[in-house]
């Protein structure tokens, strides 16, 4: 036996590896990528469970498990093995199991988002591999953790799943370390992130400007308050065939002010294309620094790079000697490729020449609209600049056009670099970028001027040159110059400073610049710029010097140039200050070198600028030497950034300010204020300073300490100014480093007193005194710091007796209060500055003295503020003061706190805005929920005291939608959380009164019902909603027990109603209904809160049974409360709130039943005790309905419900007997009502219709009306959306039959919203009515309606006397007997279907039903139509009952047959014998049917080969439903099921009769319409007398008439005799029929005729001889002639123009035998056969049929007309026919010449045995039209039969018309037309085209005797004649060619071979198939010989089939075009047709 030991805490956790599907008992089976915990072990085995079904326990090998590092956590719910990850790691696996599962749903169900839903997946997973490897960089690593929580936020609010809340390092926050304001205004920040990220989302079109993947990752754009930032350049390749030595300067250029914005960056590239420095390869990186939040916003920037070549002024072949790798001068460290130019400096023998530029727009890399990215190159293109052209000149060409360079300008020649935009300061970008930055490695190019703020550790001293441009003359040369410039800094003495040249970053410095030459520019513009750092102790004495030399072409010759003039400047004026930032054009000396010496400084003496000239007057300056030349000039421009040095006269006199006398030091001090602000804060340090040493030198305190006072709260006012508030750090670390006034603080502590008690009386006074109290936090820095300077200097005690400084402190704020007393306008805006920046001094403060003085002080300076005055201000203040220092000491915020209480009190009970107020108390609520605060007992209780109640009732008026709703639910959330049971008892006891308590107790239960039923917070804030139910929950709790102890005696109802109220809403609240959640979510809250609906029921339990008698009071109203917190899907709450129900039965039952009475009065008298508990089963019942039908409540608790109050009833004697029932009653509604929304959302309507009648039902049984008449309602609305109208009236029938015929007031369970304004019984229920009668004539049930309209008449004319209204409705009565007559309704099928299985519904499984099929739906379509609504079905192919274990199966399995209506007895009865129209029969046959019929046909015994008759058996089945059909649904079940056989013999008599039957009724059809088409007559006559098929009735008499039968069957010799009689009567029916067919038939049949004449008298003698001849039936003759007088009535009655009543339609009267009706037809007619009556109407003859040959051809009498309505042919209701009666109401007449013969009787058997003929009595000339014309004919329906029935795809192919009897007209005259037309009626329908390939005489005999019954004929109106190349078209909508191909290959996959009896004679007797057409009205005659059916014109055999169309091809799907993407989801599959 295997020994399972504990798994050690270290391998708990394990990663599937492979995939485990062993099939053993205790085997899990897992899958790659699986996590397990692993339980227990032995030596080979795990045990343990999937973290995705924690459930389901197994085994699994330990090989296939590689375990991880894992801990233990113990949790509220056990134990929780986590992984040793990052924490961003393990969020991102849960989230990538909980994304997986959502993305396969939306997957299956076709959602668009699950393709977002998987890139978003690939995402995570590729973040997560990267950062499992180890190997990103802290800075890499903190990026991509960003980026990986915004996929998540993203992500998560894609598919509407909980925010995450994080904290400021994106980590998820822990609930329980944070506070509630905490937590909320992270879910606030949250929110907006990922809003804003969405809304980026949308604007990009989904598009991700990073990852490329569909997705947005919401761009991270640093808004840090950092004021430097840095732009990080790469430079990775530079492209260019320049052949020589270049320098690349690269810099960011302004493009609006046209000059560059830093300094350059430069890099030697050699002729080689490679960097000359080999070390700089791959490293080639600059910084440019100092960039400002001002820079970033410029209009437009580029990146520029000016490519200067370096070399000979021509370009020459390159020399190969020159390109080696050595060392260069710098000590060897560096290697560098040597060419033309060294690393110092070029070589003098080398020019610098103008090549290209490439330029780069950054603009939006910059400013952040554009992410950079230092792994991503851009190319940025170069252009060369042309001979005459700048470099300054092709960069702006290149700017202005504004247009992309092509690759015909740049040819693929150009700059390749990376970019990054840094923020924060050298220091910062070290650390958050330590790979990227490497100061050693990078090049800091810095911005040409001062940045934004300047730290006074920032000493700079630059001096930028810009050559802007010059102006030479040509001199003695012939041609312009070419200039090159030379720019050296000499000292006094004329010595050239070393070393202080800068060209760019990236390159040492050098002696001197020499400019780019142009070539033969005398106005040459360079506009070149490079900066010169000259020593600060230099920088006074020195100068520039220009020289300008001519650079010659000849190498020889430019050796021996000199300068030929030079220029010069000095860096300081005479003024002591520095060059101006401007530009200058000085002065051009020529150089004569023969007198001049090169170290001669006489140039010094003359004037250096154009401006200076002025002072020399006209004479030209001169010296040795030099010569002014007027006409040359040289522009330049400087720029000085330095920090020492100023431009500023007065400021200079301020740093100068010791050699200034005494008496001028006002004014210097003065003019400070007047000094531009920029240039103070640039020497802020030595100002303050300056001012310092003179507050401190100058011992006249009135005369300069006020003054410097003014200039000290000047400049503080301008650091603080918003334009200079990023020097704020400076004056903080001036303040902190460089402040050394030690005895300061008593002179700025008694000129700021005194400012303070100074009187105000003027604006320009109060102007000074704010000006002073806006500076009032950096006063008392620097006050603070000089005090602590001077205690570190000299100990505590004060020289000169000077009062303790604290003393001075205190009295300074004492002063401050007293100035904050002051009611004076002038002083209200200091008195506002004072409240603003007086909390700013607390950091201060508080180092100096001591913090309950100052809290107090600074309180008093608040309080002491007039009330009504600066209230937002004073806000604010106590809002800094929380925020300080002193608010955490616990000393200190006991003075504070209730100042700050009292004023939000005031404020939120006022009509003062809320804002400041919530967001102090939320400030203070976040600060006592902090650990490091110290004891905050005191501190809740003071804020649960005086501000609880406040806040509460402001959430009680406060608008929902008041943005600080919010804000005020998490400060009162706050509040009760920091709460202990102590502050709770202390609360509820601080109340004064009773009703005090009562009124907050409602209050609060009001807010908390609130909150739980509607929440503030958003549904996604899952964490804030989590933690606002716990502490509600606690809440409740205490509150519960005051209520139980306080309010029970004496009874507070109101209290009790509201306590629970609130706390069902909260157990039924959605945010805690767990069983919605995730498995992770699930865990996580059940870790952190439990399940707090259980917590929460059983404290309702407990106030439930505490109630004691009151409990009265709550039944029945708290019923439907109970209820939906009982059906709650939690196991433990439902067994706790079920017992209440049973006891509030108990308590209705034991109530009074007298109002008024008490329970005492029940306990000594029993009799009055209510004795029932109706009020709760009633509400419990309609409560149970809205609450299941919405969604609550399963199997689970139904089964709970009965077990539980079973015995909780069965325990209770006396409630007992009622207590079961109502257990029974609920059971049951449950289980219906489970069913019912199981459905409801189903699209199977017919399930949910039958689920709605189990309910309606149901209630109408309980009596329950109301919410009976809810189902019926929501049934009709169910059948309307079908089109089901019949059934819909049905149904509303059932509501109708509630109401009586009268005028009592309709009470209210009885209304309805279909008619809400009807106040009576009356009212509604014509309404009703009147519904009903549009819905059944809707539904072509006229016959229903009538019977609704006579019982409405009887009402109109009888009770209320409404004549108007029985006028319309006698109208509409009318109308619908007219379509009753007239109107063609089709009839519709009936379907028995049996469902079998436990797979269907309950209330289907293993039950059979019949169902009424829809208009012209057959059994292939009725069985589609069933397998669409249950596809996983299998369908049963035999009609055998299926076995047990088939029932007992959890599969589906259907049987579905056609089954006959039988007529109903009633309506038997009703008929009986009477001469009834076929169109009124009809409807009776297949409507109001509750009985139907079956047959399945099967051999018994040895079955004979040559004559299956003599075994052949039916076994009929006689099947009774529930209900009539139609009802209330279209199908209902069968109830009843009777089954029995049927022998031979009886078959064979049965047959007989059918055939007998039909052969009746087609005579009497055609008797009654001579329209009627005559191929059914044919078809059945040549099926009859011609049954050479199986041989007719000659099988019949050698199965049955022999010797041998009789002896094996005595007892069948009645039958035997039966059956012969009928083959008797069959001969004068036959002999009658021929008579009809030989009058009808045309030129075209005759050989038919003939053949069937033939055969009848062949048969005749056969069945004379042997059985005798019969005579007609009298009473069948009475009939007929009762018929007779019946038409000539009803012809009289209607006019000899219309058809009478008994007229009859059929579809195929004008498609099949032509219309001789139309006009047209008329005039081609070829020997008429006129049909004439006595009366000269074909609808009025009966008893007389005259036979007439009309010779002149002409057109009918005026007798004759258009039939416009025909119907069927009628059905006999005689069960034995003979043809005597047939034959005697017929006469014949001869023709005649006339056009009126006189008809003259003729014998029919006479005319038989004669063979008389119908001939035509023309002459030759007419006989040769008349047979040229039925030629023409002949042809022309060759030609229809072959387009439209034998064509391609007909059953048919070979089916032609001249077969069938076209002969058959409604006028008087028949002809043939001549013309190829046909007249088509406008009502056909498809079955036309049915009906004429039906009337072949190939068809079998059950399928003829199917197509005879179902040839419904069409309305028929006038005929259209169309040409015959149209096919012939049906009105009726067609089925699809789908349809119709299923149906024919289920018809030919299923088929049987059957006799013309009807009967089956294939092996497969058992087949559904075999159904389809037995026990018919209307069996067939013997089959047709087969040589006939073979030899018969026009006719197709049942072999002749069409072949199977091919399948449809199958779409393929289209190929994915991305890599990686997953296939669409699959199309949903097409459900498979059942099997036939």
Not at 804 to 819: A, C, I, K, R, Y
Not at 1639 to 1644: E, M, P
Not at 1662 to 1674: A, C, I, Q
Not at 1940 to 1969: I, L, M, W, Y
Request: net charge neutral; charged share 25%; with cysteine.
């Amino acid at each position: 036996m295997t020994h399972w030991i504990p798994t050690p805490e270290k391998d708990r956790l394990g990663v599937v590896t492979y995939n485990f599907q062993h099939d053993g008992t205790y085997c899990l089976k897992l899958e790659v990528g699986d996590t397990v915990h692993n339980l227990c072990q032995d030596e080979f085995w795990y045990f343990g469970y999937t973290v995705r079904n924690r459930a389901l326990k197994g085994i699994y090998p330990k090989s296939f498990i590689h375990i991880q590092e894992s801990f233990i956590e113990k949790t509220a719910v056990g134990e929780q093995v986590t992984a040793c990850q990052s924490p961003v790691v393990q969020e991102v696996t849960s989230v990538l199991r909980e994304w997986g599962q959502i993305g396969q749903e939306l997957y299956r169900t076709h959602d668009h988002k699950w393709r977002a839903v998987y890139l978003l997946m690939r995402d995570l997973m590729a973040n997560r591999s990267k950062m499992l490897t180890g190997t990103l960089t802290l800075d890499e690593l903190r990026e991509l953790k960003q980026s990986l929580t915004s996929q998540i936020d993203f992500g998560n609010n894609l598919l509407g799943l909980d925010m995450v809340v994080r904290d400021e390092h994106g980590n998820v926050l822990n609930p329980d370390a944070a506070s509630v304001v905490q937590l909320y205004r992270h879910h606030e920040q949250a929110s907006q992130r990922i809003k804003k990220a969405v809304a980026s989302s949308n604007n990009v079109n989904g598009i991700s400007n990073t990852g490329g993947n569909g997705l947005i990752n919401p761009i991270k754009i640093k808004l840090a308050n950092r004021h430097s930032h840095m732009f990080f350049v790469a430079v990775r390749n530079f492209v260019c065939r320049v052949g020589e030595d270049t320098e690349l300067l690269l810099c960011l250029y302004d493009a609006k002010e046209w000059k560059p914005l830093t300094e350059n960056y430069v890099l030697r590239w050699s002729r080689m294309g490679l960097s000359m420095d080999l070390d700089l390869l791959g490293n080639m990186r600059v910084l440019y620094t100092d960039l400002g939040s001002r820079d970033l916003a410029r209009e437009r920037i580029y990146l520029v790079c000016y490519v200067i070549r370096v070399g000979n002024m021509d370009i020459r072949p390159e020399d190969p000697r020159r390109q080696t790798t050595s060392a260069a001068s710098m000590g060897g460290s560096r290697r560098t490729i040597s060419g033309n130019l060294p690393n110092n400096s070029a070589a003098p023998e080398f020019l610098r020449r103008p090549c290209g530029i490439a330029c780069m727009d950054v603009t939006d890399y910059l400013s952040g609209r554009l992410e950079t990215d230092e792994e991503k190159q851009h190319f940025v293109p170069f252009i060369s600049c042309s001979d005459k052209d700048s470099l300054d000149g092709t960069l702006r060409r290149l700017i202005v056009s504004g247009r992309e360079v092509g690759h015909k300008e740049h040819k693929n020649q150009g700059l390749w670099v990376s970019l990054r935009l840094l923020h924060g300061d050298m220091k910062q970008v070290s650390e958050e970028h330590p790979a990227l930055v490497q100061v050693a490695q990078v090049a800091v190019s810095r911005k040409l001027g001062f940045p934004e703020i300047i730290l006074p550790g920032d000493v700079r001293h630059d001096l930028y040159l810009t050559l802007s441009s010059g102006e030479f003359s040509r001199g003695s040369k012939s041609a312009d110059k070419n200039v090159e410039v030379t720019v050296r800094v000499c000292n006094e003495k004329g010595k050239p400073i070393p070393g202080v040249m800068h060209l760019g970053s990236g390159v040492v410095a050098q002696d001197e610049y020499r400019s780019v030459v142009y070539y033969h520019e005398d106005k040459p513009r360079w506009n070149e710029t490079f900066k010169i750092a000259i020593p600060i102790d230099e920088f006074y004495r020195s100068h520039l010097k220009f020289t300008f030399k001519h650079r010659s072409s000849n190498e020889a010759k430019d050796r021996t140039e000199k300068p030929f003039a030079l220029s010069y400047v000095k860096l300081m004026q005479d003024n002591g200050t520095t060059l101006m930032d401007t530009q200058h054009e000085l002065l051009v000396y020529k150089v004569d070198h023969r007198k001049l010496d090169e170290n001669e400084t006489a140039y010094l003496g003359l004037p250096s600028t154009r401006a200076d000239i002025a002072d020399c007057g006209s004479t030209k300056p001169s010296a040795a030497g030099l010569t002014i030349n007027m006409k040359d000039s040289l522009l330049i421009g400087t720029c000085l950034c330095s920090t020492k040095l100023t431009q500023n006269v007065e400021l200079l006199g301020l740093l100068k300010y010791h050699s200034s006398q005494s008496q001028q030091l006002p004014a210097i001090l003065s003019s400070l204020m007047k000094v531009d602000g920029e240039e103070v804060v640039k020497f802020l340090q030595d100002v303050l300073d300056a001012l310092f040493n003179i507050l401190m030198l100058n011992s006249d305190s009135n005369i300069f300490d006020r003054s410097v006072f003014d200039c000290l709260v000047f400049i503080i006012g301008l650091v603080t100014d918003r334009k200079y508030e990023h020097f704020k750090p400076v004056l903080d670390v001036y303040i902190k480093d460089n402040f050394s006034a030690t005895l300061a603080y008593k002179k700025l502590l008694v000129v700021l007193n005194d400012c303070v008690q100074s009187d105000v009386t003027t604006k320009g006074q109060g102007d000074d005194l704010l000006r002073v109290m806006k500076a009032l936090q950096y006063l008392f820095k620097f006050i603070v710091r000089s005090r602590q300077l001077y205690v570190n200097l000299h100990g505590e005690v004060d020289e000169a007796g000077d009062s303790d400084f604290e003393s001075l402190v205190l009295n300074l704020l004492s002063t401050m209060s007293d100035f904050m007393r002051r009611n004076d306008g002038l002083v209200l805006l200091a008195q506002g500055a004072c409240l603003k920046y007086i909390p700013c001094a607390i950091p201060d403060l508080v180092l100096v003295i001591d913090e309950k003085q100052l809290s107090t002080s600074l309180a008093d300076i608040v309080t002491s503020v007039p009330a009504g005055r600066l209230n937002n201000q004073k806000m604010m203040t106590l809002n800094d003061m929380v925020h300080s220092q002193l608010f955490l000491k616990p000393e200190c915020r006991a003075i504070i706190l209730p100042v700050v209480v009292k004023r939000v009190k005031e404020l939120l009970t006022g009509p003062q805005e809320v804002e400041m107020s919530v967001t102090v108390m939320c400030d203070v609520m976040q600060i006592l929920h902090r650990k490091d605060v110290g004891a905050t007992h005191n501190d809740v209780a003071e804020v649960m005291a005086n501000g609880l109640r406040t806040i509460i009732q402001t959430i009680i008026s406060i608008d929902r939608e008041d943005p600080f709703v919010g804000h005020l639910v998490s400060v009162m959330l706050s509040i009760f959380r920091q709460m202990t049971p102590h502050h709770y008892r202390n609360y509820l006891g601080h109340f004064n009164t009773r009703s005090d308590l009562l009124d907050f107790l409602i209050e609060i239960l009001m807010v908390f019902k609130d909150l739980v039923a509607k929440h503030v917070y958003a549904p996604d804030w899952a964490q804030m909603i989590l933690l606002q139910n716990s502490i509600i929950l606690k809440a409740l709790r205490f509150f519960s027990h005051t209520i139980r102890d306080r309010f029970s005696n004496p009874y507070e109802g109101q209290l009790w109603n509201n306590y629970f109220f609130c706390a069902i809403t909260y157990v039924c609240q959605p945010a805690l209904q767990m069983e919605s959640f995730s498995q992770t979510k699930k865990r996580q809250v059940m870790a952190r809160y439990r399940d707090m609906r259980r917590e929460m029921g059983f404290e309702i339990r407990t106030m439930w049974f505490n109630l004691g008698q009151h409990k009265i009071n709550f039944v029945p109203a708290i019923v439907g409360q109970f209820l939906e917190m009982a059906l709650l899907p939690e196991t433990e709450l439902r067994k706790a709130t079920i017992p209440i129900f049973f006891d509030m039965m108990q308590c209705e039952f034991y109530s009074p039943r007298v109002q008024g009475e008490a329970y005492s009065d029940t306990k000594r008298d029993s009799s009055h005790i209510k004795g029932n508990f109706q009020d709760v089963e009633n509400k419990l019942i309609t409560q149970l309905d809205v609450l299941v039908e919405g969604g609550r409540g399963d199997e689970h608790y139904k089964d709970l419900f009965q077990s539980l109050m079973t015995e909780l009833c069965e325990k209770h004697s006396t409630m007992r007997d009622q207590g079961l029932k109502l257990v029974r009653t609920v059971t049951r509604l449950m289980e219906r009502l489970l069913e019912y929304r199981s459905i409801i959302t189903d699209e199977n309507r017919e399930n949910r219709m039958s689920c709605t009648v189990n309910l309606l039902n149901f209630y109408q049984e309980i009596g329950r009306k109301e919410m009976y008449i809810r189902y019926l309602n929501k049934l009709c609305d169910l059948h309307l959306e079908c089109d089901n109208f019949t059934e819909a009236a049905y149904t509303l029938q059932l509501h109708a039959q509630l109401l009586r015929w009268s005028e009592e007031p309709l009470p209210t369970l009885l209304l309805t919203s279909r008619h809400p304004h009807t106040t009576s019984h009356r009212q509604l229920k014509e309404a009703l009515y009147l519904d009903s009668v549009d819905l059944f004539d809707r539904g072509k049930m006229w016959e229903c309606a009538l019977s609704l309209c006579k019982e409405l008449a009887r009402q109109y004319e009888e009770e209320t006397y409404d004549y108007g209204r029985l006028a319309a409705l006698l109208n509409r009565m009318a109308m619908l007997y007219d379509h009753i007559i007239h109107q063609l309704r089709p009839e519709p099928e009936y379907f028995r279907v049996a469902f079998y299985g436990r797979g269907f519904p309950a209330f289907l499984q293993n039950k059979i039903f019949v169902f009424r099929g829809k208009e012209y739906e057959r059994l292939s379509d009725f069985a589609n139509r069933i397998m669409l609504q249950f596809p996983n079905a299998e369908t049963m192919n035999r009609l055998t009952p299926p076995d047990q274990e088939i029932m007992d199966s959890p599969q589906q399995y259907l049987q579905m047959n056609k089954v006959d209506p039988m007529l109903s007895a009633e309506d038997q009865e009703r008929f009986g014998s009477k001469p009834v129209s076929e169109q009124i029969l009809r409807f009776y046959r297949v409507n109001r049917v509750q009985r139907f019929s079956f047959s399945r046909p099967f051999h018994r015994g040895q079955r004979d080969s040559d004559n299956a008759f003599s075994s052949l058996w039916l076994e009929r089945t006689i099947l009774t439903t529930s209900h009539q059909l139609p009802g209330i649904l279209r199908w209902f079940p069968v109830v009843d099921s009777h089954v029995f056989e049927l022998s031979p013999l009886q078959t064979a008599i049965e047959t007989m009769e059918q055939a007998n039957k039909s052969l009746t009724e087609l005579i009497l059809a055609h008797r009654a319409d001579p329209k009627l088409a005559l191929h059914p007559l044919s078809m059945k006559l040549n099926g009859i007398v011609d049954a050479a098929v199986n041989g007719g009735i000659n099988n019949y008499e050698k199965a049955f008439f022999t010797d041998r039968y009789l002896l094996e069957h005595p007892e069948d010799a009645e039958l035997v005799s039966q059956l012969q009689e009928l083959f008797a009567l069959q001969i004068p029916l036959l002999e009658a029929a021929l008579v009809v067919h030989r009058s009808r038939v045309n030129l075209a049949m005759q050989p038919l005729q003939q053949r069937i004449e033939v055969c009848f008298q062949q048969m005749r003698v056969h069945v004379e001889s042997k059985y005798g001849r019969r005579d007609v039936d009298p009473q069948l003759e009475r009939q007929m002639e009762q018929l007779t007088r019946n038409q000539r009535q009803s012809t009289h009655s209607t006019g000899a123009g219309s058809a009478g009543p008994y007229a009859l339609h059929n579809r195929l009267s004008a498609n099949s035998t032509g219309d001789a009706n139309h006009a047209d037809t008329v005039h081609h007619l070829s020997a008429p056969l006129t049909l004439s009556t006595s009366n000269s109407t074909p609808t009025s003859r009966l008893s007389t049929l005259s036979v007439t040959l009309n010779s002149s051809g002409g057109n009918a009498g005026p007798g004759a007309s258009h039939n416009t309505q025909t119907s069927r042919h009628p059905s006999s209701l005689f069960s034995r026919t003979s043809s005597q009666a047939v034959l005697s109401s017929l006469s014949f007449s001869l023709p005649s010449a006339s056009s009126n013969p006189s008809p003259s009787s003729i014998s029919p058997v006479k005319m038989l045995t004669t063979g008389h003929r119908f001939r035509s009595n023309k002459n030759s000339a007419e006989k040769k039209l008349r047979d040229k014309e039925n030629k023409q004919h002949r042809d022309s329906f060759r030609r229809l039969s072959s387009s439209s029935m034998g064509g391609r795809g007909s059953h048919f192919p070979s089916l032609s018309l001249a077969g069938f009897g076209l002969g058959g007209s409604s006028t008087n005259s028949l002809s043939v037309p001549s013309s190829p037309a046909v007249a088509v009626s406008h009502s056909s329908n498809s079955a036309s085209s049915t009906a004429l390939g039906s009337s072949a005489h190939s068809l079998d005999a059950s399928s003829s005797s199917e197509t005879v019954s179902q040839l419904t004929s069409a309305e028929t109106t006038s005929p259209v004649v169309i040409e015959l190349t149209q096919q012939l078209t049906a009105k009726r909508p067609l089925r699809s060619e789908v349809a119709k191909e299923r149906r024919s290959s289920t018809v030919r996959g299923h088929s049987f071979n059957g006799d013309n009896h009807g009967v089956c004679s294939s092996p497969s007797q058992n087949s559904v198939a075999s159904t389809m057409s037995s026990s018919s009205n209307e069996d067939v005659p013997p089959p047709l010989p087969a040589k006939q059916m073979q030899s018969m014109g026009g006719c197709a055999s049942m072999s002749d089939i069409p072949p199977e169309k091919p399948p449809l091809p199958a779409a393929s799907l289209p190929e994915i075009k991305e890599g990686g993407a997953p296939p669409p989801p699959p199309k949903k599959p097409a459900r498979p047709l059942p099997p036939m």
